[in-house]
């Protein structure tokens, strides 16, 4: 089995800064791609920025210029750098993966269970 596990989470004023983190454990021979989405109340899940197995990455327009994320495919993990926080991205952060459990197997889609982001003053 694959986990994902994210952390980082919390309570930040605007204007604030904010790094989450996401790590992948398990049976794992590959990584391609890795994202993040977020979700507010009342809202359907929207894709944040997704990151290749070669570094490509693209964001969400809410989030350019702002966020960055970056992996690190030595550790399996995936990093959200989050600046100039508004309150409209108070929501919960899921990691997914799409990982290769063997050489010759597909790539199934993993999520976390989400970590919650608060921008308020």
């Known amino acids: 089995q694959v986990q994902l596990a994210e952390s980082g989470g919390g309570l930040v004023q605007p204007g604030g800064s904010l790094t989450l983190s996401c790590a992948a454990s398990?049976?794992?021979?590959?990584?391609?791609?890795m994202a993040w989405y977020r979700q507010a109340p009342g809202n359907q899940r929207e894709l944040v920025a997704t990151i290749t197995g070669t570094d490509s990455t693209e964001y969400a327009d809410p989030v350019k210029g702002r966020f960055t994320v970056s992996r690190d495919n030595a550790k399996n993990t995936v990093s959200l750098q989050m600046n100039s926080l508004k309150p409209d991205d108070t929501a919960v952060y899921y990691c997914?993966?799409?990982?290769?459990?063997?050489?010759?197997?597909?790539?199934?889609?993993?999520w976390g269970q989400g970590t919650q982001v608060t921008v308020s003053s």
């Open positions: 997914n993966a799409d990982v290769r459990r063997r050489p010759d197997g597909p790539f199934f889609r993993y």
């Open positions: 398990g049976s794992i021979f590959s990584i391609s791609s």
